[in-house]
């Protein structure tokens, strides 16, 4: 039988996990609500599909920015994921234990720096490297963006990846070194592909922050709201689109209803690539008998 402390417990928790889930819903009908009036103005094609953003003459097509955050994230997983993936094997299968305690709160770190803060580097370091390396102008670019998210993202990767690499059980990497295979084949056949699902479920969830981010990519993106035709052209994703844009958003007005609609898009895509995340976890997940 239960005691009173317990049963007390126990309802506290399931309040609290109702409250978080009330938080939730409450975001989403408050953007909803807020949101959807835009297609009063415009049809959702045409707000969805739309190349040109100049809401004084009744345009509100917000497709470079969707483009523009699809690109620097795309970009940022290109750089970020070998080196977490490869950060994560080293720590959980090459990396003395003394060395692993050093380095992986110093790469855990990067998940206190501020936005801000890497958004600042990135300017006063990284773009005018890019202007003099490279001799293009402004330096304000797709590639900084991206660079600033691949090393943001770098932890989430990293951490989730080295948990999958360090749950595959130890009698199944001693059976493949008791077969005859080197320890780098072992990694390479027995130990990544066994822990595959972990290792694309922190990728996706690194897609998620990237496409995210607001601050760092306002700082450094440049902000144009065209499609880029090259990694130095500046672009404009749509949390930078939406910052740049809700101070000048009267309440009721076309704009105000658009910027909300921005953020159900950005929802949205957060939401899928959770959904997809869940899905390869699922899918690639090896149970362990």
């Known amino acids: 039988m239960k005691r009173v402390s317990e049963i007390i417990i126990e309802n506290l ?9 009330f938080i939730v ?7 909803l609500t807020n949101g959807l009036p835009v297609f009063n103005y415009i049809d959702p094609i045409s707000f969805i599909f739309g190349m040109n953003w100049n809401p004084y003459y009744g345009e509100f097509g917000i497709f470079p ?17 070998p080196l977490g993936v490869g950060c994560a094997i080293y720590l959980a ?3 003395p234990e003394r060395v692993r305690d050093i380095l992986k709160p110093a790469i ?6 501020p936005s801000v803060v890497y958004g600042f580097i990135g300017m006063v370091l990284l773009v005018p490297w890019i202007r003099e390396a490279f001799n293009v102008n402004p330096g304000f ?3 900084a963006a991206s660079i600033i998210l691949a090393i ?3 932890p989430t990767i990293t951490s989730i990846s080295e948990d999958a690499i360090r749950s595959v059980p130890q009698s199944i990497k001693e059976g493949s070194l008791a077969l005859g295979a080197t320890h780098w084949q072992t990694i390479k056949n027995v130990i990544i592909p066994s822990s595959l699902s972990g290792i694309l479920a922190g990728t996706i969830l690194g897609m998620g922050r990237a496409i995210g981010e607001t601050m760092a990519v306002l700082m450094v993106a440049g902000n144009w709201p065209l499609i880029p035709k090259s990694i130095f052209d500046p672009v404009r994703p749509l949390t930078s689109h939406i910052i740049l844009h809700i101070k000048e958003a009267v309440v009721g007005s076309p704009i105000y209803y658009a910027m909300f609609a921005c953020g159900i898009v950005l929802f949205v895509i957060v ?4 959904i997809i995340s869940q899905y390869l976890e699922k899918k690639y997940r090896i149970k362990w008998g």
């Open 65 to 81: 920015m969707i483009v523009g955050s699809f690109c620097v994230t795309i970009l940022a997983l290109l750089f970020a994921v």
């Open 108 to 113: 855990e770190i990067l998940t206190a720096i």
């Open 152 to 154: 943001m993202i770098l």
């Open 141 to 143: 670019s797709w590639f």
């Open 93 to 95: 299968e090459i990396a």
């Open 13 to 21: 928790i399931k309040i609290f996990a109702a409250f978080s889930s």
């Open 271 to 274: 939401v899928g690539l959770n």
């Open 25 to 31: 819903l409450g975001i989403i009908i408050f953007l």
